[in-house]
């Protein structure tokens, strides 16, 4: 058995540091150099608990797959990715994540045992453990390039500050509203009967600081957030699709799909500027 740990220091929120690590689409930009791509099981977006992804590279010189599962989670601090179909014996990548004020310390622990036995063993002190280092290595640079670079151009606010919540520009926190507010009357004022938030309650919690987008929590029992583009009309819109209203199942999907999308679009567009 072959084991290896790898500590990067990021100038980067612990939670940034973490979604980039399982980051399908990055980690396929991050590897770029050997071809890997995820041909099967969760090929895109961030990979989640019990979430396996088969991978398709050439290393050293030969075409490989190699299928891993993500068997433990617990955002934002810890994950670990297990190898269940590949070349190795076996294989195993524990995730850890670390705040220090505004750092984030990365630890990669990998523990792998080549096949052939005691052929394997040699081939493990002699040549893979240098080989699998300089690779890991490579991917934990850049997702610290990204993360700093994700830093610099976002402005991180909590909210609230027991839930670790991130918002990122565009996106900007509504800090102690009510479903009476001014943003929830003017919704209900828009809202047709076909509309599909007439007759649920709302808090708004955010606005994008760009445009007339506002998320709403569904106080509905359901855990749903609304992103809703606001008309200002006095009077419900008669047609159900007005206002636009974006639903996401939860915060996290949110987050994924839709505030860091956006926040991605704006660092591009303020670096172009």
Known sequence: ???????????A??????????????????????????????????IELGESVTWEAKHLGVHQ???SEVTAFDRPTYFRDVMTRGAFESFAHDHHFEA??????????????SPLGPLGWLVDRLFMTRYLRRLIEGRCQAI?????????????????????????????PIVGATPEDGASRQLYCELGRRHILYGIKVRP??????????????????????????????????????PRSDIY?????????????????????????
């Open 13 to 46: 929120p612990i939670e940034v540091c973490f979604d980039l690590s399982r980051d399908i689409d990055f980690h396929t930009r991050s590897l770029a150099g050997t071809g890997e791509r995820a041909v099967a099981g969760r090929t895109s977006g961030l």
């Open 144 to 172: 610290k390039r990204e993360a700093e670079r994700t830093a610099e151009a976002s402005v991180f606010v909590k909210w609230p500050a027991s839930t670790g919540v991130n918002w990122l520009i565009p996106w900007r």
């Open 65 to 67: 797959r190699l299928t």
């Open 205 to 242: 919690v955010g606005h994008r600081q760009d445009c007339d987008d506002v998320l709403f929590e569904l106080l509905d029992g359901s855990g749903r957030f609304a992103v809703v583009h606001l008309t200002y009309a006095q009077h419900p819109e008669s047609d159900p699709r007005w």
């Open 100 to 113: 220090h004020g505004d750092e984030t310390a990365m630890i990669d622990d990998i523990v792998f045992r």
């Open 249 to 273: 199942a939860d915060w996290s999907t949110f987050e994924r799909d839709r505030m860091r999308p956006d926040a991605e679009e704006w660092a591009d567009i303020t670096r172009s500027l």
């Open 1 to 11: 058995m072959a084991t290896f740990r790898i500590v990067t220091t990021i100038a």
